[in-house]
């Protein structure tokens, strides 16, 4: 089948929803067959970043849902034990650069209808220091992305963006903040997440080849290392169970929207079928301030050690929050799991793997 597009040329692929396969999951055919085996309308989607904090979970979610899953990760940050389950159970991992001329061919191969892409380079600081290295993976290596996805006649990509880079500060009257907010992004890392917006644009009114953004709050949950951008919660976490002062820089009254790893999950989920050429927040709209993260971290870990305090770092924002009601209304998300039971579940996580290691 051939979708035509804007240009006037033809992608070989997929055509909107109408494309049906029925897969079904080597582990289902291998199990005996006590009760009905029930067939799900399953796609092949591949997961850039799918072995880092985030794509892991959303990995996961896709798998639950009986999709076929490959997953792209240079392994740079992300790690095989993060998807040690889902590579049981099939999924096929490329150790591979978004950068990569290569990656063209293996899109080729795989031939994806949804592409997932989490891969980025995170830190804030980083891309300060480096806006080259953050623009070459996070805008050229995207790019290489949306070039292969295209060719392969990729029917959607869904692009992880950043809501606590993306709007700059916000002035305090806009908070929550939407996504119609125009506010000027204060790193490279924004800058470069925000600029792909433009470039899916382009795609969907060139090629056809259509987009949804979630434009991320700080995601903490289990599996998060303690670098990055919303690393804080892991750090917190990690210190106080090894009886160590974690430190608070500047006074602690800053804010930020917390959202639960397994919450953003669900938008990816969601967004495979809604959502075309929109952007979309995902986080909870409440302001957390520092402080207060710092106490619910002490009350899932029975910490009672003291708060120590480290002077302001430069570049760090003072306040956001996400309006998701864009995304309530038209992916019917919500951020379903609340700070606490959130902290509870990560807790567990840092404290099995202080454990076992
Ligand atoms: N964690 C947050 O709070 C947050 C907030 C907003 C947006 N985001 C975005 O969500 C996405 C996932 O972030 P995360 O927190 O899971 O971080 P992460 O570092 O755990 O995941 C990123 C993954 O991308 C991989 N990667 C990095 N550079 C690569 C490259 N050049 N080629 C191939 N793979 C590469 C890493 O190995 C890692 O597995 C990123 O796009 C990030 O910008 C995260």
Redesign the pocket.
């Known amino acids: 089948m051939t979708c035509p597009n804007r240009l006037g040329e033809s992608s070989p692929g997929f055509t909107g929803t109408s494309t049906l396969r029925i897969f079904v999951p080597t582990h289902v055919l291998s199990t005996p067959l006590a009760a009905p085996v029930s067939l799900r309308f399953a796609m092949k989607v591949l997961v850039?970043?799918g072995?880092?904090?985030?794509?892991s979970h959303v990995v996961e979610r896709l798998l639950d849902a009986g999709h076929e899953v490959s997953v792209?990760?240079?392994?740079?940050?992300?790690s095989r034990d993060n998807i040690a389950g889902p590579l049981e159970r099939g999924v096929r991992l490329h150790e591979?650069?978004?950068?990569d001329r290569s990656l063209r061919a293996l899109l080729a191969d795989e031939r994806p209808e949804v592409v997932m892409h989490?891969?980025?380079?995170?830190d804030v600081r980083v891309s300060v220091a480096d806006p080259v290295l953050d623009a070459d993976?996070n805008v050229s290596?995207s790019l290489n992305l949306l070039e292969g996805a295209r060719e392969a006649g990729t029917r959607k990509v869904i692009v992880?963006?950043?809501?606590?880079c993306i709007y700059g500060e916000p002035k305090p009257d806009a908070l929550p903040v939407k996504e119609t907010y125009r506010g000027s992004p204060e790193s490279p890392y924004g800058i470069s997440k925000r600029v792909l917006h433009d470039y899916l644009a382009f795609y969907k009114q060139a090629h056809g080849m259509d987009w949804t953004v979630l434009a991320?709050a700080?995601?903490f949950g289990p599996r998060?290392?303690p670098y990055?951008?919303?690393g804080v919660v892991s750090i917190f976490l990690g210190k106080m169970f090894a009886n160590e002062e974690p430190v608070i820089y500047g006074d602690g009254k800053q804010t930020r929207d917390f959202v639960y790893a397994g919450d953003v999950a669900d938008a990816f989920m969601r967004a495979i079928k809604k959502g075309s050429g929109t952007v979309f927040n995902i986080g909870t709209g409440v302001e957390t301030t520092v402080v207060e993260l710092w106490e619910g971290c002490a009350r899932a870990a029975s910490y009672t050690g003291e708060m120590r305090f480290a002077p302001k770092r430069l570049g760090e924002l003072e306040r956001i929050s996400l309006d998701w009601s864009r995304a309530s209304k038209k992916l019917g998300w919500e951020p379903a799991t609340d700070l606490s039971k959130g902290l509870a579940e990560t807790a567990a996580w840092v404290k099995s793997r202080l454990g076992s290691s």
Request: negative net charge; proline residues 0%.
């Open positions: 850039t970043g072995a880092g904090f985030i794509g792209v990760d240079s392994l740079e940050r992300g591979t650069d978004i950068r989490l891969a980025a380079q995170v993976i290596g992880t963006s950043s809501g606590g991320l700080n995601v998060q290392d990055g951008e919303a």
